[in-house]
Nanobody
Framework: QLQLKESGGGLVQPGGSLRLSCVAS????????LRWSRQAPGKHLEQVAL???????NYADFVKGRATISRDNAKNTVYLHLNSLKSEDTGMYLC???????????WGQGTQVTVSS
């Protein structure tokens, strides 16, 4: 079973960019699909981006064209690049890993992103 730890959040001005990282410890990282979600105050958890075991990516409409999810299996890491940040991108960004066809899944504790001038 994996354990996940996110980093890279912080305070950024509108229009700025960030790169979030999620490092996994454990085995078989390449067998997991990975997702970034976010939780804004008073809002439901939203899926931001997903990357499959084969590297195929898909994005929520609200970040399309502004986000890139990628993975480096050699480093057991998944990244989320966010550009042209808006105040509504503020929230706790959480990494989630799941192994398709099994019950194995795990959440990280999150990294806070605050977009404000």
């Amino acid at each position: 079973q994996l354990q996940l730890k996110e980093s890279g959040g912080g305070l950024v001005q509108p229009g700025g960019s960030l790169r979030l990282s999620c490092v996994a410890s454990g085995r078989d990282f390449s067998e997991y699909a990975l997702r970034w979600s976010r939780q804004a105050p008073g809002k439901h958890l939203e899926q931001v981006a997903l990357i499959t075991r084969n590297g195929a990516a898909n994005y929520a409409d609200f970040v399309k064209g502004r986000a890139t999810i990628s993975r480096d299996n050699a480093k057991n890491t998944v990244y989320l690049h966010l550009n042209s940040l808006k105040s509504e991108d503020t929230g706790m960004y959480l990494c989630y890993a799941f192994r398709p066809g099994t019950r194995y899944d795990v959440w990280g504790q999150g990294t806070q992103v605050t977009v404000s001038s």
